[in-house]
């Protein structure tokens, strides 16, 4: 008998050890060259690094760490991650986001979500917003374990879809110790009731048959159809909700095709999985982040800013809402000029630096 027990607890103890090593995490980091790429600048403060680690399940995430060059990289330092609008990829808007606070003495690093850019994930293009909230909690993993960053000093910065997703991951990460939105996206609601509530049940309903029929087309081998996102096409029946998303993705301003070559370019999701975010729910359970600090940035012209005050309202304290005057939501994707840096440096200055 107690033979067999010890069989049994030396085959365990071998299990262990062999998932231990499976799962080790292969960290790469390279210096890129150069100052300009493609939809944002960098500045000679700044080094860039192209790097991937792994999230829990072993997918490869991307992104772009800045450091800025004046920083002791024997000490300690506080970091910030910055998340892309959904079904935009690292280079359309985080990267802006994770220069500037770069160049204001922040190691920062922006990555592409799983199934988008240069991250791992088949299809390209689904949604699946828990492996989302998963790779922000893997960008902490990756920080954390940085020999010049204070993992006890990490903050987090959600832009448009993003923001929902950083809220979710918030909600069950404590490492994110500061969080801040802006124009902020609460995906759950936007799929299921669209902007203002606009989308009736029997229309949601229709779009969740439509996603369960080509699941049968995809499962048979057929073509992946996608869906949503941005025109390629202007007319004169172009809503402007469209025309302002068209004047950032589909223009020199903000127009971006990732390495993996994605048929669909980008904010385009795959029609299939596009209604997971119907059982997505990110502010929920808010005000359980308190009391950890939140920021919510906003544009007074927004069409989304019914998700980020609605989000001021359930979160709990300490937690600011700022309206940008004269700004759409787009706007705050990348014109460094309405853009409230100062604000940002401010909070995660006092949040991650001063309580050091």
């Known amino acids: 008998m107690k033979k067999s027990i010890l069989i049994a607890l030396t085959t365990v103890l071998s299990y262990v050890t062999v998932s231990a090593q499976s799962t080790s995490n292969s960290v790469q980091m390279k210096e890129i060259s150069g100052k300009k790429y493609s939809t944002f600048k960098v500045s000679d403060k700044v080094t860039i690094y192209a790097v991937t680690f792994k999230n829990q399940y072993q997918m490869a995430v991307a992104g772009h760490l800045f450091i800025p060059n004046n920083m002791d990289r024997k000490t300690k330092n506080p970091a910030i991650i910055v998340g892309h609008p959904m079904g935009a990829v690292k280079e359309q808007s985080a990267d802006v986001y994770a220069s500037n606070m770069a160049d204001r003495d922040f190691i920062t690093l922006a990555i592409d979500l799983s199934f988008w850019g240069e991250s791992e994930g088949e299809p390209r293009n689904a949604v699946l917003p828990d492996m989302y909230a998963e790779d922000f909690s893997a960008a902490v993993d990756f920080l954390g374990t940085r020999p010049f960053v204070d993992r006890n000093n990490i903050g987090i910065i959600g832009i448009c879809g993003s923001g929902s997703f950083v809220i979710s991951a918030a909600k069950i990460d404590p490492r994110m110790k500061a969080i801040a939105t802006v124009s902020m996206y609460d995906m759950g609601s936007a799929s299921r009731n669209a902007l203002n509530h606009s989308q009736t049940l029997e229309q949601r309903k229709k779009n969740q048959a439509e996603a369960a029929e080509q699941r049968y087309v995809e499962f048979s081998g057929g073509e992946i159809k996608y869906t949503g996102g941005t025109t390629h096409k202007l007319d004169e029946n172009t809503h402007p909700i469209q ?29 299939s999985s596009n209604t997971k975010f119907n059982n997505f729910y990110p502010f929920n359970d808010i005000e359980t982040i308190s009391p950890r600090p939140m920021l919510f940035i906003t544009g007074d012209k927004a069409h989304s800013r019914e998700f980020s005050e609605d989000a001021y309202k359930r979160a709990g304290q300490p937690k600011e809402l700022v309206i940008v005057p004269n700004a759409g939501h787009v706007d705050l994707y990348d014109k460094t000029d309405l853009i409230p840096f100062d604000k940002l440096e401010a909070f995660f200055a006092k949040h991650l630096k001063e309580k050091r």
């Open 243 to 271: 025309r302002e998303f068209y004047e950032f993705y589909r223009t020199s301003r903000g127009e971006y095709t990732p390495k993996s070559g994605s048929p669909a370019n980008t904010t385009h999701p795959t029609l």
